[in-house]
């Protein structure tokens, strides 16, 4: 399985926050995961950049309205290769945040999912 | 009169620029992308979702900031590139042993004036003669024997085989060897030129903690010289998997003389996961050449009783 080429604090903050939008069954944009992260912006899509390369998320377009004229926003959601690699990276370096998923109730929501959830 | 001429004319303009922010930031944002990727398809994906991210962003100057961002990060992107280039087309080493300045255009690239660094390096790189870095050697010292100086290696730059891999942490300038989970992952490194046969110290920084397997508890591999077990070697705990919770774990390793390939090697029998990070041989007191033949036994000297003085 192809791995990010280097593994970096904003690699595994945004990684975190795209497992807890796949366990909720969604997916994030950009501009959500700079909120979560608390990183910039050139930061976060470096890493969109490494992850996608190597196959661990997918991206796609959200749908408009007939009425909505504003620019398209990206989703992102984790492929089941990414989801295996980032466990196995959280586990490594941040187990704590592997053991807050599990034990998180059902039923939260992520803020920035895409409509609708499941892709 | 004047002043307030002015006052009113500069509040127009602060208006104005806040108007027109959004949309210079949607345009930087284009521009942007376009410049920070080869790819032209990745350059028209990123372009139409930095303007949807600009748009999501709140407050017009912040949205100008925002691009702004955007922009010298593609600006950096862009001069690495150009820089990288023209490294690439200079050749590397020419036979007289004349290098070119290539690793200054790289660093300068990596600078936040990195636009016109690119121009500045492009003019500057020039030729000086040096001498090709030596490969690693011990050095000695002593009479008797040869008190060797330490030789290091990052494992990383080894052969890494059977799932191991070069991970980088965060943080951390430094390549760790991961991946040494599972038989038959291996690390190997080649010592060049040991200069005689003996018992040397061999020193591996690693780190191990909370492994995959769900378990923390000290970890054993196997030692490999020249592709013959040489011994287990222990990994106790180390308080993280970051480099500065790296301990040292020590053993002694017999060696010939000449050229060695030393494997830290996971085993079915072995515990595993560990990662390494730095590998070091230091020479003990090693026989110049082999043991030091016994001393002939002296002529006897004939003696006679009674000695008469």
């Known amino acids: ?119 | 009169m004047w002043t307030a001429i002015l006052s009113v004319l500069l509040g127009l303009a602060v208006n104005e620029c806040c108007e027109v922010s959004p949309w210079a930031a949607k345009k930087i944002a284009r521009w942007s992308a376009r410049l920070r990727y080869d790819d032209p398809e990745r350059a028209e994906i990123r372009s139409e979702e930095l303007v949807a991210l600009i748009e999501d962003r709140p407050g017009k100057l912040l949205k100008l900031i925002t691009a702004l961002c955007f922009a010298a990060a593609a600006l950096r992107a862009w001069t690495r590139r150009t820089v990288a280039g023209l490294y690439a087309a200079i050749p590397a080493v020419s036979g007289d042993g004349t290098i070119a300045l290539k690793k200054a255009a790289i660093v300068a690239a990596a600078g936040t004036v990195a636009f016109t660094a690119a121009l500045t390096v492009e003019t500057a790189i020039t030729r000086v003669t040096a001498a090709p870095p030596p490969p690693p050697t011990f050095s000695s010292g002593g009479s008797n024997s040869l008190n060797y100086h330490s030789v290091a290696f990052v494992a990383a730059d080894g052969t890494l085989t059977g799932g191991a891999f070069p991970e980088q942490y965060a943080s951390d300038p430094n390549v760790h060897v991961a991946g040494l989970n599972t038989p038959p992952a291996t690390a190997s490194i080649v010592i060049p030129d040991v200069p005689a046969a003996g018992t040397y110290t061999l020193s591996i920084w690693y780190e191990n903690n909370l492994a995959n397997d769900g378990l923390t508890e000290p970890r054993d591999m196997s030692l490999l010289v020249n592709g013959q077990f040489a011994g287990p070697l222990n990994f106790p705990v180390t308080n993280d998997w970051y480099e500065t919770n790296s301990k040292v774990t020590t053993t002694a390793v017999q060696l010939p003389s000449g050229s060695s390939t030393l494997a830290i090697a996971c085993h079915t029998d072995d515990s595993c996961h560990i990662n390494v990070w730095k590998i070091e041989l230091r020479g003990a007191d090693v026989p110049r050449r082999g043991p030091r033949p016994a001393a002939p036994p002296r002529p006897s000297r004939p003696v006679t009783w009674p000695v008469s003085l």
């Open chain 1, 1 to 119: 399985m192809p791995r990010p080429s280097r593994i970096t604090g904003p690699l595994l903050d945004v990684s975190e926050c795209l497992l807890r939008a796949r366990e909720q069954g969604g997916a994030v944009h950009g501009w959500t995961l700079m909120k979560q992260t608390k990183r910039s912006g050139p930061t976060v899509y470096g890493v969109l950049d490494r992850l996608e390369d190597c196959g661990w998320i997918a991206g796609h377009w959200e749908e408009l309205g007939p009425e909505e004229s504003r620019p398209r926003r990206r989703f992102y959601r984790m492929t089941p290769e990414g989801e295996a690699g980032v466990r196995v990276l959280l586990e490594q370096r941040r187990p704590q945040v592997l053991r807050n998923l599990r034990n998180r109730s059902p039923g939260g929501v992520v803020p920035g999912l895409a409509p609708g959830g499941a892709l």
